[in-house]
């Protein structure tokens, strides 16, 4: 009776696994990251009984907009669709006879019912389809429980950097970007859908840990804190990086960020503000001014001094001539050093490729010989020469023929090649001196 009944359930398992199926997934809400497919049926379905991990040959897969589908076969990621419209699965290790060639298909159909016999009338395969989500996961607030160490640049030019104390919070979204990963090596053969509460708790955990470094990135290019947030897609990008082994591993990247206003403890923002007048006062102008500033306040402070005007004036005085510096010496030194010295610039020759500094006769990065200057010329000797004269030879730089200009009063002939025998503005004689 077994043999009978496993024989009867094969046979009429495998005809009703035998229509094509269509398979469709309704909107994914924003909860939902990963679902199983299950084929439409309706009232006036014939295919009701058929297998719910059977997939038959010729079946069609709807994808939608915001929506990534795989097939799994037996275990194994078979197709791959992240396009929106209808995939045609022809591809399946399920035969259909109402697809494809009726003849192959027979055979085919033969050698399933005999496997399914095998098994006891159940076929021995899984198939399945599953959607993911692909569009922006959002709404995924964070805070950071403990400060995160932050360093200020108050003066880069004199090293003035203080530590501080962090605590930001925000919002930031994320997406799946490689769905076969999270399947993979998150979700996996999920039995009906895979909910973003599953894992939120574990990103935020790691989103966080990954806030210090990224922050860092920041601080180093002179980021004040409380100008972090206009620099959020800065934070994204190197949370990305930062979370390439963990999230990339998954397939999920942080796809934007919100941050509000990062605080730090109020004694620390006091000493930001100490160091920041400090590192004004180093100019002398700028002190010059901030003591004309107290001097005036001081002078309206004596003017209302309840032991009279003559009295607070003289402790001001007191005072001005105890500081061992007044406004006229800094503005005088402030004059004298309005900016910093020019910084030279780099001695030795420059070279097509880019070298610089170069002293010798070639250059030390190519090897290319040193130009000449263009106004040297190359005497029949071989050595190049700047003036009239060869210096090693003696010999007359070549031309057509000399050009001459007084070398006593600058008086140049109307043919400088033809010059008179003597300068007629001064008397000088033309000679070897008078040629340019």
């Known amino acids: 009776m077994g043999l009978i009944k496993a024989v009867l359930g094969a046979a009429g398992g495998f005809?009703?696994?035998?229509?094509?199926?269509?398979?469709?997934?309704?909107?994914?809400?924003?909860?939902?990251?990963v679902t199983k497919g299950i084929h439409r049926t309706g009232k006036r379905s014939s295919n009701t009984k058929g297998s719910d991990n059977v997939i038959s040959n010729g079946s069609i897969v709807a994808v939608n907009e915001g929506q990534c589908m795989i097939i799994v076969d037996q275990g194994k990621i078979t197709e791959f669709c992240a396009e929106a419209g209808e995939f045609l699965y022809d591809s399946s290790s399920e035969p259909s006879l109402f697809y494809g060639k009726l003849g192959k298909n027979l055979i085919e159909s033969f050698k399933a019912v005999g496997k399914r016999i095998a098994f006891g009338g159940e076929p021995p395969k899984d198939q399945r389809v599953y959607y993911f989500n692909t569009k922006e996961i959002t709404d995924n607030k964070f805070g950071t429980q403990n400060p995160v160490p932050f360093k200020v640049v108050i003066n880069e030019q004199l090293g003035f950097k203080l530590s501080v104390d962090l605590r930001c919070h925000g919002v930031y979204s994320y997406k799946i970007v490689d769905p076969l990963l999270f399947y993979t090596n998150v979700c996996g053969n999920v039995a009906e859908s895979?909910?973003?509460?599953?894992?939120?708790?574990?990103?935020?955990?790691?989103?966080?840990?990954?806030?210090?470094?990224?922050?860092?990135?920041?601080?180093?290019?002179?980021?004040?804190?409380?100008?972090?947030?206009?620099?959020?897609?800065?934070?994204?990008?190197?949370?990305?990086?930062?979370l390439k082994d963990e999230w990339g591993k998954r397939g999920i990247e942080v796809f934007s960020m919100n941050m509000g206003v990062p605080s730090i403890p109020e004694e620390q923002r006091k000493k930001i503000t100490e160091w920041e007048e400090t590192s004004m006062t180093l100019n002398p102008n700028t002190a010059a001014a901030r003591m004309v500033g107290g001097q005036i306040s001081a002078m309206n402070t004596a003017a209302g001094n309840e032991g009279g005007a003559m009295t607070g004036f003289l402790g001001m005085g007191m005072a001005m001539n105890a500081g061992g510096a007044n406004a006229a010496t800094l503005y005088t030194m402030g004059q004298q050093n309005p900016q910093a010295p020019a910084q030279p610039a780099p001695a030795g020759w420059t070279c097509a490729c880019g070298a610089t500094g170069n002293t010798g006769k070639f250059c030390s990065e190519c090897g290319a010989a040193k130009p000449q200057d263009a106004a040297g010329w190359t005497c029949a000797c071989g050595a190049v020469n700047k003036g009239k004269f060869c210096s090693e030879c003696g010999a007359r730089k070549p031309a057509d023929a000399p050009l001459y200009k007084c070398d006593k009063c600058g008086w140049e002939p109307e043919d400088p090649k033809n010059p008179p025998k003597f300068c007629p503005d001064c008397g000088d004689r033309f000679d070897d001196k008078d040629v340019q």
């Open 15 to 33: 005809l009703a696994d035998q229509w094509r199926e269509y398979f469709y997934c309704e909107a994914l809400d924003a909860n939902t990251l």
């Open 194 to 242: 895979y909910d973003r509460s599953n894992i939120d708790a574990m990103l935020k955990g790691e989103l966080i840990m990954a806030l210090q470094p990224a922050l860092a990135t920041l601080s180093a290019a002179g980021v004040s804190y409380d100008q972090i947030p206009a620099h959020t897609k800065e934070v994204r990008d190197a949370l990305n990086v930062e």
